[in-house]
């Protein structure tokens, strides 16, 4: 007889999702999803507000990657009162390096965070131990000095999130045509030279390669498992500058195939012409596509992997050495492999480092030149503004009516973006690790677990669709027969 299995929830991971399995007579695979359950509708009731508050507010959608979705709005910003890029007009180095400054440290704390807490339990304990062994505390139990270390990293990522903007989380630094404050040479040596309570920003770099080397150790010792888990293709995306290398905060999105041949080239306020979102009645979250190539074949992967397939070069020396390495491993081919998305995350903590670093020794810091003052009517009223966020590419974009008050926002953001490769992969999963074995245990189904974290999915993030959304709802009695189905 057929059976349904379903994980609900979604363990180490931020947002409400569940998986549910189909499976036949033989205890085969027939279908595997990821369901997101949950709705929030921030793209609709930010409409009405001030267009400045849009970046405060929307940033809020999210308690991790909030400086990431408060540039992309303070980007969109730029664009409506024509201050931004699109309009040919250059921030001035202070404000941009500022922005990148907060940008850099949010993706140091966010991976640490998301590959220590999340992620490495399994890489120390295995996919098949114990459930109360494979977790932070667990893992703090066996190596309570990495821990340690890792502990001081974060922190030193927040620490550094307070002195540009303001608050741990949610803080406001951007603001439209620039941004409201430096960094004072007090604070920017306590970053540098470390304290009692703080790092050095070499010791940071040091800390920043335990992930390294903890994915190097775990790869030599199960590497048929970990190159041979969620292999599932896609094409890649994110950002990159005029050398065609990866730029967390700005560039034109560059799209590569497995061969890593370029897909699509555009400027990023162009994404209408080229990308379309489709909706499923099972899931909250978008799927976004190339409208050339269509649902199946146009979507991509955003993130860490896609980042390091799509990137030919880092400019910082220890970043560079890793990259290489990771090249090579795939003769030059875009790199598939779903639990390297881990490898990816490790190499892009040591480059935050370093990044942090060369701006931190940057003198533009301390200028006083903070903001660019539109010219008059230079309003233009809709804005879209792009950044590579921890997780991958996050888009958002505003219009706003002549008062000044938004009537329009879409956003589409990393996990979104993965939306199609992260339900490949839990398809794949299911079927090496579940399919047709006579019993299921709960390692194996720990196993789908493993290929969603991967990506770090934000969930709550990511349903903030746009237009009719699909609701159903049943009632049972008291025994859960159903009685009566509606839907929309």
């Not at 938004?406 to 199609?420: C, D, E, G, K, P």
Request: hydrophobic share 40%; net charge negative; proline share 4%.
């Amino acid at each position: 007889m057929s059976k349904t299995l379903v994980i609900d929830p979604v363990t180490r991971i931020e947002g409400h999702g569940k998986v549910t399995l189909q499976l036949d007579d033989n205890n085969k695979v027939t279908d595997a999803r990821l369901q997101v359950i949950e709705f929030r509708g921030f793209e609709r009731f930010i409409q009405g507000h001030p267009y400045w508050e849009a970046p405060m507010l929307l940033q809020r959608i999210c308690g991790i990657c909030f400086v990431s979705h408060h540039l992309c709005g303070a980007k969109a910003l730029d664009d409506i009162v024509g201050v931004g890029l699109k309009d040919g007009i250059q921030m001035a180095p202070t404000p941009e390096k500022i922005r990148r400054l907060g940008h850099y440290a949010q993706q140091l704390q966010s991976h640490v965070t998301a590959y220590f807490y999340l992620i490495a339990p399994e890489m120390v304990f295995g996919i098949e131990s114990a459930p109360e062994k494979r977790n932070a505390i667990g893992l703090a139990e066996a190596n309570p000095e990495l821990v340690k270390r890792v502990i001081q990293l974060r922190k030193w990522g927040q620490e550094l999130i307070v002195s540009v903007l303001g608050k741990r989380m949610h803080g406001i630094s951007s603001i439209p045509g620039g941004v409201n404050n430096n960094l004072s040479i007090a604070e920017r040596d306590k970053f540098l030279k470390g304290n009692d309570d703080l790092l050095s920003i070499d010791e940071v770099i040091d800390y920043a390669q335990d992930a390294l080397r903890l994915f190097y150790d775990y790869h030599e010792k199960h590497r048929d498992e970990i190159d041979n888990f969620g292999v599932v293709n896609a094409l890649d995306m994110c950002l990159v500058d005029e050398n065609g290398d990866v730029d967390y905060y700005h560039g034109k999105m560059r799209v590569i195939n497995e061969n890593k041949e370029v897909v699509l080239d555009t400027d990023y306020h162009d994404y209408l012409d080229h990308f379309s979102e489709a909706t499923e009645s099972w899931s909250y979250m978008k799927f976004p596509y190339l409208k050339a190539l269509g649902r199946e074949a146009g979507s991509v992967r955003v993130g860490p992997l896609a980042r390091l397939n799509v990137t030919r070069r880092y400019n910082t020396p220890l970043a560079q050495e890793a990259l290489e390495r990771f090249h090579d491993y795939t003769k030059g081919k875009a790199n598939n492999m779903t639990l390297h998305t881990n490898w990816a995350r490790a190499i892009e903590i040591l480059h935050s480092a370093e990044l942090i670093k060369d701006l931190l020794n940057d003198p533009d810091l301390q200028g006083e030149s903070l903001i660019i003052t539109p010219p008059k009517g230079a309003w233009t009223g809709e804005g879209v503004g792009v950044v590579e966020a921890p997780r991958g590419t996050l888009l958002h974009h505003y219009r706003a009516d002549e008062a000044g008050n938004m009537t329009f926002a879409n956003l589409i953001v990393s996990t979104t973006q993965n939306n199609m490769v992260i339900n490949r992969t839990v398809q794949s999963v299911a079927q090496d690790w579940i399919s047709g074995k006579a019993e299921i245990t709960e390692g194996m189904m720990n196993a789908i677990e493993v290929g969603i974290r991967a990506y770090d999915p934000c969930l709550s993030c990511a349903t903030h669709a746009m237009g009719q959304m699909p609701l159903q709802i049943s009632l049972l009695d008291a025994r859960g027969r159903l009685i009566d189905e509606k839907f929309r």
